[in-house]
């Protein structure tokens, strides 16, 4: 059965680095989403991708934060400056109708 | 914007037994979609049941089903015959339904089930 997969399962990095996590959605799927879900908290959308654009996104995605497909299988999120408080598990998830498939999530340690 | 509300923090079942959890939801859309994504230990999001609003038939999967009151805007999640791998966070889900494009999940802050052996 297909599945969303992604890269790496566990990332730490250092206040200031910049990250990049990596998602491959369901293949034949065209919506995209990444989701973060801090420690103990609910999960909370950060931003869709449909057609190579940015669909919708939240008030947590700021200009630190950005994605892209840059071919036809990845799916990357790319904090650019990352904070303690980016310390996060990072879903990406991907749909063809109405529901959404997850990956098994990046955790990420930001020191 | 529409809002899940899960008021148990935690729950515990014991093994065989039923257990109910519960959301409810705000919105002022009358098309939409509800989930139950169950969350182990690993962290994973796994989809346990899906409920279309337009449909009044609760839907059901093995020993998950759901009772679905629209106009209650009630959306509980009924484990029947409970297994200690049913022990994880269950969170409730509400997404919006918008033709074209599609919309982001809407998630309550989540359910803790202790299965006791």
């Known amino acids: 059965e297909p599945e969303v997969t992604q890269t790496p399962s566990h990332q730490v990095t250092q206040m200031g680095q910049e990250v990049i996590l990596r998602c491959v959605p369901i293949?034949?799927?065209?919506?995209f989403y990444w989701y973060r879900q801090i420690l103990g908290q609910k999960v909370e959308f950060l931003v869709s991708f449909y057609n190579n654009e940015i669909s919708e996104k939240s008030e947590i995605f700021d200009d630190q934060f950005s994605v892209e497909r840059p071919d036809g299988s990845n799916f990357t999120l790319k904090i650019r400056s990352t904070k303690l408080e980016d310390s996060a598990m990072y879903f990406c998830?991907?749909?063809?109708?109405?529901?959404?498939?997850f990956g098994p999530g990046t955790r990420l340690l930001v020191l | 914007a529409q809002t899940v509300t899960q008021s148990q923090p935690e729950m515990s079942v014991q093994e065989a037994e039923t257990v109910t959890l519960s959301c409810t939801y705000d919105t002022s859309e009358s098309d939409y979609y509800l989930f139950w994504y169950k969350q182990p230990p690993s962290r994973q999001m796994i989809l346990v049941i899906r409920q279309e609003a337009y449909k009044q038939q609760n839907a059901t999967e093995n020993r998950f089903s759901v009772n679905f009151q629209k106009a209650a805007k009630s959306f509980s999640l009924k484990i029947s015959d409970s297994q200690l791998g049913d022990a994880a966070m269950y969170f409730c889900a509400y997404k919006a339904l918008r033709r074209p494009g599609n919309t982001p999940l809407v998630f309550g802050k989540g359910t803790r089930l202790s299965v006791i052996a």
């Open positions: 998830a991907s749909t063809g109708e109405e529901t959404q498939y």
């Open positions: 293949s034949n799927h065209l919506y």
